[in-house]
């Protein structure tokens, strides 16, 4: 039983611990730095959690006037409550003199936490900052403890520019932070100027309350009611010592004004309203260039941290169907300003560009969320491709080193499509022919032409010997005139050769006649033909010719006898005939013998 | 008797000439391969283009080559939509007759509907007009024109030995030798035509997209992707692979069974 109670305790007393360990805040705070001797202030301890055991400082040199007054306050937001509480004392200074305040020390959850010292400067007399048109800087003046001069408002209420880093990357995102302090009430604000923000891409956080939420923070030992008026995320857009001017605010606040009255002085009606504008102070950037080291060739500017991921809405399509690709990169950084990863597409595929959709989120962090590029895709022709692996790289300035991620690859099936042989899309660029001619020519069937493959008819054999069958012609007519010209140039030898053609011309003639019936015309007919013959053959004018020369002529080419006699014979009978009718000779008989014997002279010469 | 003789010596010749020309007629006179072609444009006139694939290409597979058959092979497959196949006829038909205007145009309509776009390297102008000079006419053409000029300028210049008249003389004999001159300027183009094919090897890609690997082996990185029908230069081959030229200048290397040479 106990030691289960035990437990619990233990527990609980965990719980507890961890619940506190958080962000256990415990700070000191004086309402003034800077005090008059005898003029009372006070300091406060407060701790925003239940602790215990609390230990007050040794206040050497100061007199406690009241106190220490405990307050505990307890707040609870959604359901988280949480407690503080104060421990204030109201001190004089009796002496000048710089004082230090010790640390004071509480334990929350078993563990002992301390304040920082506080130094006050206690100088001579009353008030230390006399408002110097009461005129009257008497000793009275000593409790006038919220009087504070027109100049000395900038002490109490002052707007801090404070950047999340001082040096950064190119690119990196860090956060700019205007944060008011005040210890007076604010009637009223404008905002005047904000600063351009030359060299830096940002970004406003947007506040999730209309309002600003007012906490207590201790700024040099003093306590103020801080609120954070405006976020905003940077992200340098080059490097180098960039910058940012200060940002204005124009605040009416209510000053307390000293008065003699102690009527109006009890019922507070001792403040009236300044107009007091603000400036906060001017933030120099160390803005570091990227590195050249080690950049990949495919970097495009991504500064953060990041993951990529890609998807494919199909894995098996026809032809000419969409497919659509995504590439997702999410993380922290510059995700806005990134250029798209470099996504290789097989090379048959039509793609357009990437439809981009930003789901992004600004807080105190910086920005984060995740890009998607949504590639459509349309494969055109039927095949297995594949999408190679996207790779994506970014500068992580944590590390100050670049980093290349890369997604899956995706293999698609392609199959054909009905429409793949169809695509028109393309005939505008290509040739003339096209604007005149809509469809292909029909097919030729006419002519086959066949030749067997390899056979040509150039360079066969029966080329060549066409080809050379024309020299071949030329040589040999050129030979034949050669041997006309020889065979020619003898006058007597032509003629002789002639003598047997024109024998046969009117022996043809006397063919005729007989035919007839002329029998007088055929023997005038077989006479000249003989007559004619002999005279060629025997190279012998007509006129000279005569039956003696003829016998002598014929002897001397050694033609037998009986054959001169026959032809002797033949010539009487013809002239004979020529002139008186014969009878008993048949006339075809003489023409047969002419014949013959005009044949056996030419076989004998 | 002697007009007989001369009657003999011309029929000598023709009977010459005959024998000569007769073989080259009897090939296109195989009636077989006259029934396919006739088969072939017949289906093919009935859009029956797979029957008409088949006899066109029995006269291919028994080892023809014609202009004809090639040509409505490639219009055929076109009809079909194997564009590719289209390409390799309509470039085989274009390689016997490049000088055919038909051929010419339907070339153009398939390497529309092949997928790759690539532009050709740009020749030298000269170099652009000698080529279409010499693809003008077909090498059959070509073979046959120069044996007519060179057998008609022979004629006339043998006439020359034996024409009466002055005139006819230097007529004869002038333009004898212009045919000839023509005849030799044939011969020399289709010689260079005969070269001009015989030194650019090309080839049709085939099989959907195709890889082109920067050295030939599987694993190679891929430069590039090719698709069905388009025409590359082949400059070798080696151990199944073929080392490719595009006409934008590129070279790569393909497997060979994805590649048919024209």
């Known amino acids: ?605 | 008797m002697i007009l007989k003789i001369a009657c003999k010596k011309h029929r000598l010749v023709w009977c010459l000439l005959g024998f000569m020309v007769l073989p080259l007629l009897s090939l296109a006179a195989n009636p077989a391969t006259e029934a396919a072609f006739a088969k072939g444009n017949s289906a093919y006139a009935k859009k029956h283009y797979n029957e008409a694939i088949s006899f066109y290409k029995q006269i291919v597979d028994e080892g023809y080559q014609s202009v004809a058959v090639y040509y409505n092979l490639g219009n055929a497959y076109y009809r079909n939509g194997d564009i590719a196949w289209a390409m390799l006829y309509y470039e085989k038909a274009y390689k016997l007759s490049p000088g055919d205007e038909a051929i010419k145009v339907n070339l153009q309509f398939a390497r529309q509907k092949t997928a790759d776009k690539l532009d050709p390297e740009p020749e030298f102008f000269i170099t652009r007009w000698w080529h279409a000079f010499i693809l003008a006419f077909s090498l059959h053409a070509l073979a046959v024109l120069s044996i007519v000029y060179v057998l008609l300028g022979f004629a006339l210049l043998s006439y020359y030995l034996f024409a009466g008249t002055v005139l006819l003389k230097k007529a004869s004999f002038y333009s004898g030798l212009v045919l000839i001159g023509l005849g030799f300027i044939s011969i020399f183009i289709a010689n260079r035509q005969l070269h001009y094919f015989n030194h650019h090897h090309e080839a049709i890609i085939f099989g959907g997209a195709v890889a082109v690997k920067s050295t030939p082996a599987t694993a190679a990185k891929s430069l590039l992707v090719l698709h069905d029908g388009t025409k590359v230069g082949v400059l070798n081959n080696q151990n199944g692979w073929m080392k490719i030229k595009l006409p934008n200048g590129n070279e790569g290397w393909v497997a060979y069974n994805n590649v048919k040479q024209i």
């Open chain 1, 1 to 605: 039983m106990m030691r289960i109670r035990y437990y619990i305790v233990l527990f609980l007393g965990l719980l507890s611990q961890v619940a506190f360990s958080q962000n256990v805040r415990f700070t000191a705070s004086v309402s003034k730095t800077q005090v008059g001797t005898g003029e009372p202030f006070e300091i406060t301890f407060s701790v925003n959690a239940e602790g215990a055991s609390f230990v007050p400082p040794p206040l050497r040199g100061f007199e406690v006037v009241a106190g220490p007054n405990v307050s505990t306050s307890m707040t609870s937001i959604n359901g988280n409550s949480s407690t503080s509480t104060a421990y204030s004392y109201d001190l004089v200074a009796p002496q000048t003199g710089e004082f230090v305040i010790e640390p004071a020390s509480i334990v929350v959850g078993g563990k002992r936490y301390t304040t920082a010292p506080i130094k006050i400067k206690v100088v001579k007399g009353a008030p230390v900052q006399q408002n110097a048109r009461s005129g009257s800087s008497q000793g009275s003046g000593a409790d006038d403890l919220q009087q504070v001069s027109s100049g000395d408002i900038g002490k109490s209420l002052f707007i801090k520019a404070i950047v999340s880093k001082p040096s950064v990357y190119q690119g990196e995102q860090l956060t700019l932070t205007y944060r008011l302090y005040t210890r007076l009430g604010i009637e009223a604000n404008q905002l005047d100027k904000m600063p351009d923000f030359n060299g830096f891409w940002n970004e406003d956080i947007k506040s999730k309350t209309p309002y600003v939420q007012w906490r207590t923070e201790v700024y040099k030992g003093q306590a103020y009611r801080v609120a954070d008026i405006k976020q905003v995320i940077l992200f340098p857009e080059h490097s180098g010592d960039i910058s940012i001017e200060p940002m204005a605010m124009t605040f009416v606040v209510q000053q307390p004004v000293p008065t003699e009255d102690f009527m109006e002085q009890f019922f507070g009606n001792n403040v009236r309203e300044v107009k007091y504008q603000a400036k906060s102070n001017k933030v120099t950037l160390h803005v570091k260039p990227l590195p050249e080291v080690g950049k990949p060739a495919d970097f495009g500017g991504a500064v953060g941290h990041f993951t990529v991921n890609a998807s494919l809405d199909k894995k098996e399509l026809k032809s000419s169907e969409q497919l659509n690709y995504k590439v997702t990169v999410s993380g922290a950084g510059n995700l806005m300003l990134m250029q798209a990863p470099n996504a290789i597409f097989p090379a048959d595929f039509e793609k357009f560009d990437p439809k981009v959709t930003d789901s992004l989120s600004e807080n105190a962090n910086g920005v984060s969320g995740y890009r998607t590029y949504s590639y459509l895709l349309i494969p055109r022709h039927q095949g297995n491709p594949t999408i190679e692996p996207v790779k994506f790289s970014y500068f992580n300035p944590e590390t100050g080193r670049y980093q290349t991620i890369a997604t899956p690859s995706f293999s698609v099936k392609v199959n054909k499509g009905p429409t793949e042989n169809n695509v028109t899309a393309y005939a505008d660029d290509e040739q003339d022919i096209t604007r005149t001619e809509k469809d292909i020519r029909n097919i030729k069937t006419d002519d086959v032409d066949l030749s067997k493959v390899g056979q040509g008819f150039f360079g066969s054999i029966w080329y060549y010997v066409l080809l050379l069958l024309g020299p071949l012609l030329f040589g040999a007519a050129y030979a034949y005139r050669k041997w006309y010209e020889q065979y020619n140039s003898d006058i007597v030898k032509v003629k002789s050769r002639k003598a047997s053609r024109i024998a046969a011309k009117h022996l043809v003639n006397a063919q005729k006649q007989l035919n007839a019936g002329n029998s007088k015309a055929f023997y005038e007919a077989v006479f000249r033909g003989l007559y004619g013959y002999l005279s060629n053959k025997l190279n012998i004018p007509v006129a000279d010719l005569n039956r003696e020369n003829i016998v002598a002529g014929l002897r001397a080419r050694q033609v037998q006898e009986p054959l001169i006699n026959q032809l002797v014979h033949t010539l009487d009978l013809c002239e004979m005939a020529r002139y008186a009718p014969v009878s008993g000779i048949a006339e075809n008989e003489v023409f047969n013998q002419s014949k013959t014997i005009i044949h056996d002279i030419e076989d004998s010469l």
